[in-house]
T-cell receptor, first 110, second 112 residues
Framework: GENVEQHPSTLSVQEGDSAVIKCTYS??????FPWYKQELGKGPQLIID?????GEKKDQRIAVTLNKTAKHFSLHITETQPEDSAVYFC?????????FGTGTRLTIIP | DGGITQSPKYLFRKEGQNVTLSCEQN?????MYWYRQDPGQGLRLIYY???????QKGDIAEGYSVSREKKESFPLTVTSAQKNPTAFYLC???????????FGDGTRLSIL
């Protein structure tokens, strides 16, 4: 089955700097890659997603890049703000289900 | 306001007891899912349903059961056979398989 690895597990950045979270996947048939943000005591919220026919997608301060050949995808957050502090999960969709990474706890230092 | 409602927010189970977690969606989505989240781990799929009256086991279905009698409802029962039920349980829905999944705010289950 699919295996998704996510790095780093924790990340601290100064407010205003950029943050990058990376994921790799194992199943070359996976074709949909969402990113979720989870705040304490809440359910994950979809923040951006990308399909395998696209290499990059951007939404304001958030961008995702996908390298199908290397089987990795990354989340980029620019101009970070305190409200970006949360746990972020990547996921890969293949074989009828989503497989999630283990999460990255992002802390923005004021 | 469309969304997914999970209840209760907190639930306590005694040894040997079955408990049922509620999940209701008003997004008119065909597919619904149950995940389990443990500290430091990603979400693991328990059961999913692509359509009313049909559901499939996920990766960790043992000790759990579901039903899908109505499009908007997908309750999860944690049975006494589940030996380690303490976790955060998340319900999600999507228009179809491979479409964006939207999550509820979870139920935290603890053992008394």
């Amino acid at each position: 089955g699919e295996n998704v690895e996510q790095h780093p597990s924790t990340l601290s950045v100064q407010e205003g700097d950029s943050a990058v979270i990376k994921c790799t996947y194992s199943d070359s048939a996976s074709n949909y890659f969402p990113w979720y943000k989870q705040e304490l005591g809440k359910g994950p919220q979809l923040i951006i997603d990308i399909r395998s026919n696209v290499g990059e997608k951007k939404d304001q301060r958030i961008a995702v890049t996908l390298n199908k050949t290397a089987k990795h995808f990354s989340l980029h957050i620019t101009e970070t703000q305190p409200e970006d502090s949360a746990v972020y999960f990547c996921a890969a969709h293949g074989n009828e289900k989503l497989t999630f990474g283990t999460g990255t706890r992002l802390t923005i230092i004021p | 306001d469309g969304g997914i409602t999970q209840s209760p927010k907190y639930l306590f189970r005694k040894e040997g007891q079955n408990v049922t977690l509620s999940c209701e969606q008003n997004l008119n989505h065909d597919a619904m899912y149950w995940y389990r989240q443990d500290p430091g781990q990603g979400l693991r799929l328990i059961y999913y349903s692509q359509i009313v009256n049909d559901f499939q086991k996920g990766d960790i279905a043992e000790g759990y059961s579901v039903s899908r009698e109505k499009k908007e409802s997908f309750p999860l029962t944690v049975t006494s056979a589940q030996k380690n039920p303490t976790a955060f349980y998340l319900c999600a829905s999507s228009q179809g398989m491979g479409q964006p999944q939207h999550f509820g705010d979870g139920t935290r289950l603890s053992i008394l």
